[in-house]
């Protein structure tokens, strides 16, 4: 029997949709190479806590028979959703391969500790203050030079993301969020000419690039916020720093995404479950054939 022909390959998701566009060039390229490939959310798989101890699905059995497990989006949920679903990914990863691991998942949807890994590894970011109350949010609007960036801990798409330039308004926004009793994560602004650089990681290479140009002057460069994706080859200093970055959160494939300012690159933000329909606009080549092929070989290693 031919390898692929014994395997199973699961793809998670956080919400109900297992039609979006970077789900279904997934299934099309291991469907290309005779491997089964199955869908499913959270909301279908239960535990048996039993001697076996292992994850069910309604409709496809174990999963602990998969050949590999895909997380393309955690999803949003509660306190309790997120534990269980984090802790899913931690007992499948002893006897599943995961694309990406928990832990991974972990750093990279936390803003928080993303910047101090990236911290640690010497790799430049945008000056950051994280605070939780309204008298420690003016002071860092201040020490970050009255034009700061505030994002949610958790988030992507560019979602949530304010730009905020006057104090007023710096402390009707903080006074909400301790009320809420979220983190006010914030950022200093960088001027970078309203564009940004992404670069697709699959293992230890750089497969893609873009770069992320806004419409109407923006300063938001998200490809879901209207911008516009433009062909881009990565320099040896670029290409360098986004590896670091990937490498540094141990992802098996991750979107890093950086800014050029006067001084130096500096790193935004990393995505481990990247969207690519943006990025494949621009590229010749199917990325997700990249990846299923890197997948493939991981497992069979």
Request: charged content about 25%; some cysteine.
């Amino acid at each position: 029997m031919n390898f692929n022909d014994q395997m199973k390959i699961g793809i998670i998701i956080g919400g109900s949709d297992c039609r979006g566009w970077n789900i279904l060039r997934l299934k099309e390229s291991f469907q290309r190479r005779n491997v089964q490939v199955i869908c499913f959310s959270f909301k279908d798989i239960f535990c048996v806590i039993d001697p076996s101890f292992h994850f069910n699905h309604t409709k496809f059995g174990t999963l602990n028979d998969f050949s590999a497990i895909i997380l393309r989006t955690p999803g949003l949920g509660n306190l309790e959703q997120i534990f269980w679903r984090m802790n899913v990914l931690r007992i499948l990863e002893k006897s599943v391969p995961t694309f990406n691991p928990p832990k991974v998942i972990e750093r990279a949807v936390d803003k928080l500790q993303t910047s101090m890994l990236l911290e640690e590894a010497g790799i430049p970011t945008p000056k950051t203050i994280v605070v939780e109350n309204v008298e420690e949010g003016i002071n860092a609007f201040f020490e970050l030079g009255e034009d700061i960036v505030l994002k949610p801990l958790f988030g992507s798409m560019g979602r949530g993301i304010i730009r905020i330039n006057d104090l007023e308004t710096a402390y009707d926004v903080f006074r909400v969020y301790e009320n809420f009793f979220f983190v006010i994560y914030l950022q200093e602004f960088v001027p970078h000419g309203n564009r940004d650089i992404r670069a697709f990681i699959v293992g230890d290479e750089i497969v893609a690039s873009m770069y992320r140009i806004s419409r109407d002057n923006s300063w938001k460069t998200n490809i879901c916020q209207g911008a516009i994706p433009k062909p881009c080859i990565l320099d040896e200093q670029l290409s360098e720093l986004a590896l670091r970055t990937a490498k540094k959160l141990g992802c098996h494939y991750a979107g890093v995404d950086i800014i050029e300012s006067e001084s130096e690159p500096l790193v935004l933000e990393v995505n481990s479950s990247p969207a690519w329909s943006g990025l494949q606009a621009v590229t010749n080549f199917s990325i997700a054939d990249r990846l299923v092929e890197y997948i493939l070989e991981t497992i069979r290693r």
